[in-house]
């Protein structure tokens, strides 16, 4: 069972970026996935979640910037970030659960870290 999340980089404030998230040893289409980030310096925080269904929950910094999606035919999750700022800056990671139990998942992948410049 392992989930990885792949996609991070360096981009200017205002630029784009989409995470992927891929679960392999299982089918994510039975989890809820959530998104953590940790930026330096501080602890880690969640920030977004889709459920099962497909339904979203994000954190009011990135509700309007972030949006979700997931392809259960490639068993990924998507995180589309537009309009990246530089407090965005943070080692992003996934999460599997049977629900956005965003106090404590218990499937994580490897974290990608997303830099965005001023």
């Known amino acids: 069972v392992q989930l990885q999340a792949s996609g991070g980089g360096l981009v200017q404030a205002g630029g784009s970026l989409r995470l992927s998230c891929v679960a392999s040893?299982?089918?994510?289409?039975?989890?809820?996935i959530g998104w953590f980030r940790q930026a330096p310096g501080k602890e880690r925080e969640g920030f977004s979640c889709?459920?099962?269904?497909?339904?979203?929950w994000l954190e009011d910094s990135v509700k309007g910037r972030f949006t979700l999606s997931r392809d259960d035919a490639k068993n990924t999750v998507y995180l589309q970030m537009n309009s990246l700022k530089p407090e965005d800056t943070a080692v992003y990671y996934c999460?599997?659960?049977?629900?956005?139990?965003?106090?404590?998942?218990?499937?994580w992948g490897r974290g990608t870290q997303v830099t965005v410049s001023s």
């Open positions: 040893g299982f089918a994510l289409e039975h989890y809820a």
């Open positions: 999460a599997a659960d049977r629900g956005c139990w965003m106090d404590g998942m218990h499937y």
């Open positions: 889709i459920h099962i269904g497909g339904g979203q």
